[in-house]
């Protein structure tokens, strides 16, 4: 479709649908989770294994065709975590794959299709063991993961620092500044006394943002009727 034909009350009960599968087959998932959990098209989330954690506004958005995968794995008595702070955005197509740790400062984002593991899985001479080929990862709070970007064992990114779309991320990205690349190399420096704007201050009044989402739902629903609706599911035009 070019636009949303919903009428605003199926807008809602999809929402309340979306929250209600969410809380029996989400939740149950994270080892624990805290308030503000949004997940888009929950059944297209995949949670597997122990040890994964999130913080509050936790905003976990998948789309059909494009599986969000966080999982952690048990090799003898070592069993991967995964540690997701406050306020952070995952898009659609992002895997994060623990063996060992992987941690995510508040206030992260990271866009469509980005893949995050602290191992390779496989030795490079003994392809069916693992052996010593992990280490944790850390990503610092509100730092920014571009389109397909590939995070890679043993990394550490710094606080505010972005990684550039397609990038591969092999050794550590210091605080404050952009890399980019395939290995990816530092290309910027930021100002690191600038102000700037965190997700945090998204949820400063979570009920006030609550209102204005859904005025501004409201508002743009606003001329959906169910007979437009209806229409546009079984008999599509161009102005759908």
Sequence with gaps: MRQDNRPYPIRRLRDGFQKAWTKRFLVPGFEAVGPGLDVTNPWDVELWGRGITAGANFH?????????????????????????????????????????????GSNTMMASGVYISDSDWHDTYDRTAELDKYAPVRIGDNAWLGVRAIIGKGVTIGDNSIIGAGAVVTRDVPANTIAAGNPARVVRELDPDRPRRRRADLFENPEKLARDVDLLQRYLLRENTYWRWLRSIFAPTRED
């Design 60 to 104: 976990l958005h998948a789309s059909r065709g494009n599986l969000v995968r966080i999982a952690t794995w048990q090799a003898a008595d070592r069993h991967g975590r995964v540690t997701i702070g406050d306020n952070v955005l995952i898009s659609p197509g992002t895997q994060i794959i623990s063996s060992i740790d992987i941690e995510i």
